[in-house]
């Protein structure tokens, strides 16, 4: 498993996997791209030891992958193995091929060993990230190497679950009651205001009758 998490790191440059994964390969990762910096410098010792570790296979270069999906699988076979057998290690045309394919131990040496040639350890980073795996709920990380400047793609903040949304709907359910219930009070208050007040009716002035009989009299 170590051996293919390797390879697959080396061919597309990161790999998504659990966290404890991402942390036994890493130290792996380290030491095979030191020994690629030796295999570079012309020891075959450490080409050697990266052939024991890792062992070898062929790939196609991503930017030929959509045109070796639509050749028949004679022409598949050529395109990764030479007349002789011998797998094709370097990727380029060869004969009437407008692409070969190129080995995992050919990358490793060539290309990322002279990408790290003037840096001493720490050619690979562990991101965490925040998701967590479906199923088990296992910590995933990437792990890839540095100066790869895509993106990891998933540092975002995770999606809430059922229970956060179902409680987020109830709180904004309350706070909208709790508005009607304020502008319906203010309403009422402002109506109170705005209502004139009935003023009572003025009394008249009690006077004394005249006294009929008096006056007779």
């Keep these: 498993m170590q051996r293919n998490m390797a390879q697959s790191l080396i061919q597309h440059g990161q790999i998504r996997t659990t966290l404890e994964k991402a942390k036994d390969l890493?130290?792996?990762?380290e030491r095979l791209v030191t020994l690629a910096r030796s295999a570079r410098r012309g020891s075959i010792t450490a080409?050697?030891?990266?052939?024991?570790?890792?062992?070898?296979?062929?790939f196609i270069p991503e930017g030929h992958q959509?045109?070796?999906?639509?050749?028949?699988?004679t022409k598949r076979r050529k395109t990764l193995r030479a007349p002789g057998g011998r797998r094709y290690r370097n990727g380029k045309p060869s004969g009437t091929l407008k692409f070969t394919g190129e080995s995992i131990t050919h990358k490793l040496i060539n290309t990322l060993a002279e990408q790290y040639s003037d840096r001493a350890g720490g050619y690979t980073r562990l991101i965490r990230l925040a998701k967590r795996r479906l199923g088990d709920g296992g910590r995933q990380a990437i792990l890839q190497f540095v100066g790869s400047e895509e993106s990891p793609g998933s540092l975002t903040k995770p999606g809430k679950s059922s229970r956060q949304l179902k409680a987020d709907s109830r709180y904004a359910l309350a706070v909208s009651l709790a508005k009607q219930r304020r502008s319906g009070r203010g309403s009422d208050e402002a109506a109170g205001q705005s209502a004139p007040k009935e003023s009572?009716?003025?009394?008249?002035p009690a006077t004394d009758a005249p006294d009929s009989e008096a006056g007779s009299e």
Excluded: C, T
Aim: aromatic share 6%; net charge positive; glycine share 0%.
């Design 47 to 58: 080409r050697r030891q990266i052939h024991k570790l890792i062992s070898d296979r062929s």
């Design 66 to 73: 959509s045109d070796y999906e639509d050749l028949s699988l």
């Design 200 to 204: 009572a009716a003025p009394q008249a």
């Design 26 to 29: 890493r130290p792996f990762m």
